[in-house]
């Protein structure tokens, strides 16, 4: 169903949050009839600009299309059932994306990321390279904006960073530039398998400019194979003619042969933040951008909040908050950056192995605290690989979970180690989300260690 035919068309918006009711908004604004339903009566309750229907298991008769929140598995009684009778079922970024190709004032350039980790930490940057060139840039997506909002706002470039999930149900996103990060298990509870994770993910590469990490060999493959009719690889390495990658101690562009930045500038620093700085490069020079606007959007960055944010140092011990490391891939780019490691981990874990991360973690390791619903999963591989080193299982369930943690790792830490809060898990098992939890530790620490705030 396209835009113009909107207008007195039944929509059913499944999923009563961020996305959807801006979803719910632009559908009604086009004249459609739009019913939303969800799970959550608090939500429903506070909708008063549309009909809502709790939890709902089908379509009502005379249903058109359904749009679902990104996160609503295609097995889910109400999508399978729209399925089963013919109904089209899309999500958020699709319907952006429909409204968007019929736009007055023309369609929006889509420079888009995924990739399993360092997704807002890329958006961010390409922002403020793009911002830095003049551009009319917002950030959208999963960094939070929904993309229809974003489309409506009428910004002429979007820095969208989208999920496994949102890639699923966007199938006619075709970006002016798309870029794959890396592939790691994550969300094997949602797809089924590596293949079908990876698969959504390699959505992003059917536009005209597809860029992808060439030192993931899951997304080289996915980039050798893709149909865009440019392909630009980055590596860590030195860059080959056509590719962008790191030569003396700087950033380069071998596809128009620019210096970019020195490598030392990038924060956050160490190789997941320089390969996140080049995706960043790599898709603003696509868009056309100057080198020098490169190096002044990479130098105004300033990096998350909940990603390798220093905490405290007390009696010689750094505590270092990266809860945004909700899966073993980002845990184990974590944990490589520090010597000697007390880790806090555990949560959701989503289906994903934790074996090669434990293994190959397990020299750095003095002690680990574990929390969460799979806890014993990882205690299990602990005791595999690392036998020799202390465990401690903090069993509480709320904030105050996090001062036991706290505790514990502090009487494990010695002078020089890094007691690292970098979960390899989701966090709605205990928490509100990776922020959530992410204060809840710092909280801890300076409540029970009475250390200043860092910074």
Known sequence: MSPSQFSGA??????????????AQALAELGAKVTVTDGNEARLAAITEHPAALALTEPPPGT??????????????????????????????????????????????????????????????????????????????????????????????????????????????????????????????????LDAYAGAKAAVLTGKVAIGNLDDPIVAGLLAGCPAPRKIGVTLGEPEPGQFGVSGGNLVDRVDEAVLTEAAAIRPPGPPGIADALIAAALARAHGVPAEAVRTGLANFQPIAHRASPVAEVNGVRYIDDSKATNPHAAASSLHAHDRVIWVAGGLLKGASVEQLVAEAAPRLAGVVLIGQDREVIAAALARHAPEVPVHTVTEGDDKAMVSVVRAASAMARPGDVVLLAPAAASMDMFTDYTHRGRAFAQAVREVLQAPEAG
């Open 64 to 193: 058109d299309l359904v749009v679902t929140s990104p996160g609503w598995r295609p097995d889910t009684p109400l999508l399978a059932a729209a399925a089963a009778v013919g109904i089209e079922v899309i999500g958020e970024v699709e319907l952006a994306w429909r409204l968007d190709q019929e736009a007055p004032d023309g369609p929006r350039e889509w420079l888009v990321v995924t990739g399993t980790n360092g997704k807002t930490t890329t958006v961010g940057m390409l922002e403020h390279i793009l911002r830095a060139a003049g551009a009319d840039v917002v950030a959208c997506g999963n960094v939070g904006l929904p993309v229809v909002d974003a489309v409506r706002a009428g910004h002429r470039v979007l820095a969208v960073e989208l999920s496994s999930f949102q890639l699923h149900w966007s199938p006619s996103v075709r970006p002016s530039a798309g870029a794959l990060l890396n592939i790691a298990e994550d969300h094997l509870d949602w797809h089924g398998s």
């Open 10 to 23: 039944s929509v059913l918006v499944a999923g009563a949050g961020v996305s959807g009711l801006s979803a």
